[in-house]
Protein backbone atom coordinates (compact mmCIF):
# COMPACT_ATOMS: atom_id res chain seq x y z
CA UNK A 1 0.00 0.00 0.00
CA UNK A 2 1.37 3.37 -0.73
CA UNK A 3 -0.02 6.51 0.76
CA UNK A 4 0.29 9.96 -0.26
CA UNK A 5 -1.21 12.96 1.74
CA UNK A 6 -1.25 16.23 0.19
CA UNK A 7 -3.58 19.62 1.46
CA UNK A 8 -1.39 21.34 4.01
CA UNK A 9 -0.83 24.63 4.11
CA UNK A 10 -0.99 28.15 5.95
CA UNK A 11 -4.35 28.69 7.25
CA UNK A 12 -5.60 31.30 10.37
CA UNK A 13 -7.20 30.73 13.11
CA UNK A 14 -10.89 29.44 12.60
CA UNK A 15 -10.20 28.83 8.92
CA UNK A 16 -10.42 25.75 7.36
CA UNK A 17 -8.14 23.11 5.40
CA UNK A 18 -9.41 19.58 3.82
CA UNK A 19 -6.05 17.00 3.72
CA UNK A 20 -6.25 14.10 1.21
CA UNK A 21 -4.82 11.19 1.06
CA UNK A 22 -4.42 8.93 -2.16
CA UNK A 23 -4.06 5.35 -1.84
CA UNK A 24 -2.51 2.66 -3.95
CA UNK A 25 -1.71 -1.04 -4.32
CA UNK A 26 -3.99 -3.41 -1.70
CA UNK A 27 -6.73 -0.52 -0.83
CA UNK A 28 -9.36 -2.28 1.53
CA UNK A 29 -7.96 -1.46 4.64
CA UNK A 30 -9.17 0.91 7.95
CA UNK A 31 -7.48 4.17 7.63
CA UNK A 32 -6.49 6.64 9.81
CA UNK A 33 -4.95 10.51 10.57
CA UNK A 34 -2.13 11.21 12.98
CA UNK A 35 -0.28 14.40 13.85
CA UNK A 36 2.95 15.40 15.02
CA UNK A 37 3.45 18.57 16.72
CA UNK A 38 6.77 20.34 16.94
CA UNK A 39 8.39 19.08 20.23
CA UNK A 40 5.48 16.43 20.83
CA UNK A 41 4.86 12.94 19.85
CA UNK A 42 3.03 11.78 16.75
CA UNK A 43 -0.79 11.35 17.94
CA UNK A 44 -3.96 10.15 16.78
CA UNK A 45 -6.50 12.70 15.00
CA UNK A 46 -9.06 10.85 13.27
CA UNK A 47 -9.75 7.04 11.53
CA UNK A 48 -12.31 5.36 9.78
CA UNK A 49 -13.54 1.95 8.68
CA UNK A 50 -12.82 0.12 5.29
CA UNK A 51 -16.63 0.73 4.79
CA UNK A 52 -16.69 4.13 6.30
CA UNK A 53 -19.80 3.31 8.81
CA UNK A 54 -17.86 4.30 11.62
CA UNK A 55 -15.69 6.90 12.71
CA UNK A 56 -13.62 7.99 15.47
CA UNK A 57 -11.96 10.73 16.62
CA UNK A 58 -9.65 12.17 19.32
CA UNK A 59 -11.07 14.49 21.38
CA UNK A 60 -9.19 17.41 21.14
CA UNK A 61 -10.79 17.17 17.45
CA UNK A 62 -14.43 16.33 17.83
CA UNK A 63 -16.54 18.40 16.75
CA UNK A 64 -14.11 20.16 14.50
CA UNK A 65 -12.62 17.46 11.89
CA UNK A 66 -14.44 15.20 10.03
CA UNK A 67 -12.74 12.24 8.55
CA UNK A 68 -14.54 10.59 5.29
CA UNK A 69 -13.43 8.19 2.09
CA UNK A 70 -14.21 7.38 -1.84
CA UNK A 71 -13.38 3.83 -1.97
CA UNK A 72 -13.72 4.17 -5.48
CA UNK A 73 -11.29 7.10 -5.90
CA UNK A 74 -9.29 5.10 -3.25
CA UNK A 75 -9.08 8.82 -1.30
CA UNK A 76 -9.43 9.22 2.31
CA UNK A 77 -10.26 12.90 3.20
CA UNK A 78 -9.90 15.14 6.39
CA UNK A 79 -11.67 18.23 6.56
CA UNK A 80 -10.91 20.01 9.81
CA UNK A 81 -12.51 23.32 10.39
CA UNK A 82 -12.31 26.03 13.36
CA UNK A 83 -8.51 25.25 13.07
CA UNK A 84 -6.91 26.32 16.27
CA UNK A 85 -2.78 27.30 16.98
CA UNK A 86 -2.47 23.98 18.50
CA UNK A 87 -3.82 21.91 15.15
CA UNK A 88 -0.22 22.67 13.85
CA UNK A 89 1.59 19.76 13.04
CA UNK A 90 2.11 17.54 10.46
CA UNK A 91 -0.59 15.45 9.30
CA UNK A 92 0.20 11.75 8.44
CA UNK A 93 -2.43 9.15 6.58
CA UNK A 94 -1.87 5.77 7.69
CA UNK A 95 -3.31 2.31 6.93
CA UNK A 96 -4.63 -0.45 9.51
CA UNK A 97 -3.02 -3.93 9.20
CA UNK A 98 -4.43 -5.46 12.25
CA UNK A 99 -7.05 -5.44 14.11
CA UNK A 100 -7.95 -3.90 17.27
CA UNK A 101 -10.07 -2.37 19.66
CA UNK A 102 -8.13 0.85 20.25
CA UNK A 103 -8.09 2.54 16.61
CA UNK A 104 -5.62 5.58 17.68
CA UNK A 105 -2.78 2.57 18.26
CA UNK A 106 -0.36 3.33 16.00
CA UNK A 107 1.45 -0.24 15.88
CA UNK A 108 -1.82 -1.26 14.61
CA UNK A 109 -1.25 0.56 11.36
CA UNK A 110 1.47 -0.64 8.99
CA UNK A 111 1.55 1.82 6.40
CA UNK A 112 2.06 5.39 6.08
CA UNK A 113 2.48 7.83 4.06
CA UNK A 114 4.54 11.38 4.15
CA UNK A 115 3.22 14.48 6.35
CA UNK A 116 2.02 17.32 4.92
CA UNK A 117 2.04 20.19 6.80
CA UNK A 118 -0.37 22.29 8.80
CA UNK A 119 0.25 25.48 10.06
CA UNK A 120 -2.19 27.30 11.88
CA UNK A 121 -1.56 31.29 12.75
CA UNK A 122 -3.09 33.06 15.34
Known amino acids: VQLQASGGGLVQAGGSLRLSCAAS??????MGWFRRAPGKEREFVAA????????YYADSVKGRFTISRDNAKNMVYLQMNSLKPEDTADYYC??????????????????WGQGTLVTVSS
Open 48 to 55: ISWSGGST
Open 94 to 111: AARSRTGANWGQMALYAY
Open 25 to 30: GRTSHD
